[in-house]
């Protein structure tokens, strides 16, 4: 018998279509010891906050590369509860280059915001980013938080750009708070007063464009980006490698002519592998739920009664039962052409 029946999804259209943005996040917690140890909370908070603060339309994708059974539980419950659009899967560690390429490339969204899984969102950061995406041209990374020393690298195409365009004015100094660069020092577990130390003989940059600025740098944890820009600049040979090549990326972009900017405000922060006291604190300010999520607090709208009644478990069986026994009750009666495989 080449076929029984029609598959029920032939001519039918979806109705879904992507949003502009799809929200990127790489998770890596391979085990909840040593290093690793506060890294599901950190995890929590993290996504905890991107739902709770994105109010613009978009598309989640989560990447897990290689995580332990506790994580797979948790984003699980996530996507099963809707929260989670797009969940791919790794067996193992593929390297943070090799995810980005594939994350990338099935991204369907015509703007990625991509991130590492242990950054705090705060209100509206997603319009700041877009809104300097928008303002200026050829925008290849926007990230929402602007430290000193990134100022090292990637910055030939900014400069360039604010000589040459007569609407962009450029801005030295020493703009980004002090307390910023303490909380970034603190997160990569650095010693605070040796990087104030370092950072007080640099300079920052800003560049103002039509009312709009932006610091001229961008930072390779967290940045939104075009897709038809970002995907240019992977390489296409697997390394191998489970880190780095990210300053590689950084320069590839910059090389090519785009401009790395930050939004002015501080609109996302590095966590680090735990959850300070201060973020704690910063958590409950802003009322961004700490521990397990429930859908309510994170803005997941609750199923209507008529949801909850069809997922309950003897429902489904008994629904389930009785679709098969009409399935094969009218393929017995529809005639040989539903036997033979001929559509008619």
């Known amino acids: 018998m080449a076929r029984i029946g029609m598959n029920p999804a032939r001519n039918r259209i979806t109705s879904y279509r992507p949003a502009r943005v799809t929200v990127a996040i790489l998770v890596y917690i391979p085990y909840l010891e040593g290093y690793f140890k506060a890294r599901l909370d950190v995890l929590k908070l993290s996504l905890a906050s991107l739902l709770r603060h994105t109010r613009e339309p978009f598309d989640l994708l989560v990447f897990d590369n290689g995580s332990c059974d506790e994580v797979k539980v948790f984003i699980g419950a996530l996507f099963e509860q809707g929260a989670i659009r797009y969940l791919m899967t ?64 990637g910055l030939q195409s900014n400069l360039r750009f604010a000589e040459e365009d007569g609407d962009t004015r450029l801005i030295r100094g020493q703009n980004i708070p002090e307390a910023w660069e303490l909380e970034w020092a603190e997160s990569y577990g650095r010693n605070p007063e040796e990087h104030l130390q370092r950072i007080r003989e640099m300079e920052d940059i800003i560049l103002e464009r039509d009312g709009v600025r932006a610091f001229a740098i961008a930072n390779h944890n967290q940045f939104v980006t075009p897709r038809s820009v970002i995907l240019q600049f992977l390489p296409q040979e697997w390394s191998g490698r489970l880190m780095g090549e990210m300053y590689e990326l950084d320069n590839a972009v910059d090389e090519g002519g785009y401009l790395r900017l930050s939004t002015i405000e501080r609109t996302t922060r590095h966590l680090g592998n735990t959850v300070s006291e201060a973020m704690a604190e910063e958590a409950r300010r802003l009322e961004v739920p700490l521990g397990d999520l429930k859908p309510a607090s994170i803005g997941i709208p609750a199923p209507s009664l008529g949801q909850r009644f069809l997922a309950l478990r003897p429902v489904r069986w008994f629904l389930q039962g009785l679709y098969n026994r009409l399935f094969w009750l009218l393929s017995q009666q529809s005639g040989g052409w539903m036997q033979t495989g001929k559509e008619g």
């Open 90 to 153: 790794s067996q193992e560690n593929i390297g943070k280059i090799g995810a980005l390429k594939m994350m990338f490339n099935a991204a369907p969204g015509e703007v990625i915001a991509y991130a590492d899984d242990d950054i705090f969102y705060y209100p509206g950061w997603l319009g700041e980013h877009l809104k300097i995406l928008d303002a200026f041209p050829r925008v290849g990374m926007v990230s929402g938080c602007a430290v000193r020393t990134l100022f090292d690298h």
